[in-house]
């Protein structure tokens, strides 16, 4: 089983960036999932960016698009979330997961298809 360890959270006020990064234990495989899920105090788990290694192919919720961006650096063996003009709904603890299934065409946001988590990191933006 794949191991996960972000990194990068922290506190910030609103307007503000932050880089989350995912480190993998393992080799991440073309048309495996990866995505970063957020979950706030008293809220269920969501899905925020999820992209499709080797296609590079990349999904937002609206809530997040064009603030937010997911990457790959393949040689490093890395995933990355750059988020810009946080907001303060935007607080929460944030999760970098994995699909480790090959085959996939799209990678959705529900937490319950990806088989391996990360600890988390706390984002916490205040205004």
């Known amino acids: 089983q794949v191991q996960l360890v972000e990194s990068g959270g922290g506190s910030v006020q609103a307007g503000g960036s932050l880089r989350l990064s995912c480190k993998p234990s393992?080799?991440?495989?073309?048309?495996?999932?990866m995505g970063w899920f957020r979950q706030a105090p008293g809220r269920e788990r969501e899905g925020v960016a999820t992209?499709?290694?080797?296609?590079?192919?990349?999904y937002y919720i609206d809530a997040v698009k064009g603030r937010f961006t997911i990457s790959r650096d393949m040689e490093n063996n890395m995933l990355y979330l750059q988020m810009n003009r946080l907001e303060v709904k935007d607080t929460a603890m944030y999760y970098c997961?994995?699909?480790?299934?090959?085959?996939?065409?799209?990678?959705?946001?529900?937490?319950?298809?990806?088989?391996?988590w990360g600890q988390g990191t706390q984002v916490t933006v205040s205004s």
């Open positions: 997961a994995a699909l480790t299934r090959s085959g996939n065409l799209a990678c959705g946001t529900a937490p319950r298809s990806y088989n391996a």
């Open positions: 393992e080799p991440i495989y073309h048309r495996y999932c």
């Open positions: 992209i499709l290694i080797g296609d590079m192919i990349t």
